[in-house]
């Protein structure tokens, strides 16, 4: 029997309820998981690597220890498909979040099925109550003191306030 692997890459900048449904129901679908961790540097991450790939992790252990087992987080910063054969992937898993993602999502999965016709991208409708969320207006909702409790866990909300604590410190007012 083989082992259906799945990868679901993002920058998790930081994980949002939204991410952690489209993981607990990729898990679903494959036998392992691989939640990659994109460097991505270009998108200047408010969280290092090393930090989302552990927020990833921690989240995991306490949504769904038994689910938690069958998934792995990794960062990674070559080329998606090259990561994705790398770990033995035959799916790479996007969610879909109503008509902003479908552009992007569109010309991402066509040009990596040029790159490699053997790994299909999967892609997992966003849940209604979930539809709406981005990591960056959470970041962007936190950093001005919003409410962002209904957007990731208690978790995530408290290493938010911690780093827009620190920044505010070390900020120079004009
Ligand atoms: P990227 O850098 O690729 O934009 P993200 O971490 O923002 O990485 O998103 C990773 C994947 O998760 C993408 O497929 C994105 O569409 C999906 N995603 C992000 N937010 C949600 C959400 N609220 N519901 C469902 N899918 C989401």
Redo the contacts with the bound molecule.
């Keep these: 029997m083989t082992t259906r692997v799945g990868v679901?890459?993002?920058?998790?900048?930081p994980i949002?309820?939204?991410?952690a449904?489209?993981i607990l129901r990729a898990v679903k679908i494959v036998d392992r998981l691989i939640v990659g961790v994109?460097r991505?540097a270009g998108?200047g991450p408010m969280f290092t690597t090393d930090e989302r790939v552990e927020i990833v992790r921690e989240e995991l252990k306490h949504l769904d220890p038994e689910a938690a087992k069958r998934i792995d987080v990794r960062p990674f910063d070559n080329l998606l498909m090259h990561f994705a054969i790398e770990v033995g992937a035959s799916v790479i898993i996007?969610?879909?979040?109503a008509v902003s993602?479908f552009e992007y999502?569109f010309q991402m999965a066509g040009m990596n099925n040029r790159l490699n016709p053997n790994i299909e991208t999967v892609f997992?409708m966003?849940?209604d109550k979930?539809?709406?969320?981005?990591?960056r207006f959470v970041k962007e909702i936190g950093q001005l003191g919003g409410d962002v409790s209904h957007f990731v866990s208690a978790r995530v909300a408290a290493r938010l306030a911690e780093r827009f604590a620190l920044a505010s410190k070390s900020a120079v007012k004009p």
């Design positions: 679901y890459p993002g920058t998790f900048d949002t309820n939204g991410h449904d489209i994109a991505n998108k996007r969610g879909l979040r993602d999502e997992l966003a849940s979930y539809q709406f969320i981005s990591s």
